[in-house]
């Protein structure tokens, strides 16, 4: 059975004459207004019924085009034409894998194919997945003329730490990354995806047992490209990672999963272990464990506070690292320092060392009283001797 456009079909190989007619082969083919291919469908067997020009095929394949190129390869286990290509249903184990250098695949048991249209519908929990995420909804629509695909149910996001290939159906890995949004729109082709919020977020990382408890990230919205791995999340932004006692109060920001850094330009407020953190124009890195604030820092851990322009801190090996005004007050000896730079490392047993473009620095150090020795008690004078007369 061959369709060239949306004409009926032109051959027909027919094994039996009594309707529904029985084909060895089924064979659909659709051009674009230019000419060049649009879509095909084809089936090892499939039966006809002519009263309502309806096909019933097995095992059919096809493929669909961009701009004369295949795009996508379509697997599924039965499919159902109605006119010729007007409408197509599909049902059964339903593969579209996306072709090309970022491959993605879509997984379904039921989809409705509207050619005309440029639109596939897909339900009863399809998968979304490429190397390193799978998107779980209650309903899938893809525009194939926008290069759009929306997400509907409350989509659930996996995300995995290494990647997972395509064929691969249930992965042995856990998930590192496990996030509930809801509604997803995701342009394939460029990268760009926006989730609707409310977001929760909660990761767990590679060398945290699961008896450890994950991190819990929560925002409005969430914006990302899935090619760059960029991933920003909007305000009201909290963070909770009640395993490192540590947690983030902010605005807008950005995490880069493939570089592994994070950054954000609102006023914030975090905890990291013992040490408090809020400023300005954030930036933290991974692979450096290295916080960089780039405006009015400060930083407080037990009784020591640190103020500044800019700063730095390493959460690995405590070294700090400010410029600008810089204000250093220890509580132990209750110093106070003004400096225009100041390095070192804090924690109990560091130390700072103060530096200044003119060589002034101003440091108070309050000392206590040395208590002085205790006076000997006054000996007592010696009775008199009596007198004798």
Avoid at 87 to 94: F, K, M, S, T, Y
Avoid at 232 to 252: A, I, K
Wanted: with cysteine.
């Amino acid at each position: 059975m061959v369709c060239h456009g949306c004409g009926r079909p032109t051959t027909v190989d027919v094994e039996d004459t009594t309707p529904p007619f029985s084909f060895r082969a089924l064979d659909l083919q659709q051009r674009s207004s230019d000419g060049k291919k649009a879509w095909s469908l084809t089936s090892p067997e499939a039966r006809y019924d002519l009263r309502s020009s309806v096909a019933r095929a097995l095992r059919p394949e096809g493929v669909i085009f961009d701009k004369g190129q295949p795009l996508y390869k379509l697997v599924a286990s039965t499919g159902t034409v109605i006119n010729d290509g007007a409408v197509i249903l599909l049902e059964g184990d339903i593969r579209l894998q996306r072709l090309g250098k970022d491959p993605l695949l879509i997984r379904a048991d039921r989809a409705l194919w509207i050619p005309r249209e440029a639109l596939m519908r897909f339900d009863l929990s399809p998968q979304v997945r490429n190397l390193q995420t799978r998107i779980s909804a209650r309903t899938a629509t893809l525009h194939l003329d926008r290069d759009l695909l929306k997400l509907q149910g409350e989509p659930k996001v996996e995300r995995w730490s290494r990647p997972v290939p395509l064929n691969v159906k249930r992965s042995e890995q856990a998930p590192e990354i496990l996030g509930i949004v809801k509604e997803i729109q995701w342009n394939p082709g460029k990268g760009d995806l926006k989730g609707e919020g409310p977001v929760t977020i909660t990761r767990r990382p590679p060398d945290r047992t699961v008896a450890r408890r994950p991190q819990v990230l929560r925002a409005s919205r969430l914006e990302a490209n899935t090619l760059k791995q960029e991933y920003t999340l909007f305000p009201p932004v909290q963070l909770e990672d009640p395993s490192e006692n540590s947690w983030f109060r902010g605005g807008e920001f950005t995490i880069d999963t493939k570089d592994q850094w994070l950054k954000s330009k609102a006023p914030f407020q975090a905890q990291k272990g013992e040490l408090q953190l809020e400023g300005e124009q954030l930036r933290l890195d991974a692979k450096r464990t290295l916080a960089t604030i780039g405006n009015n820092c400060r930083l407080r851990q037990g009784g020591d506070a640190l103020q500044a322009q800019q700063c730095q801190w390493n959460w690995t090996t405590q070294a700090v690292e400010a410029g600008g005004d810089v204000l250093y007050q220890r509580a132990a000896s209750r110093q106070l320092t003004r400096a225009q730079r100041i390095e070192g490392s804090l924690g109990p047993k560091g130390s700072l060392k103060a530096t200044a473009p003119d060589g002034k620095v101003f440091s108070q150090l309050q000392v206590p009283r040395r208590a002085g020795p205790a006076k000997k008690p006054a000996e007592a004078r010696p009775k008199p001797e009596p007198i004798v007369f």
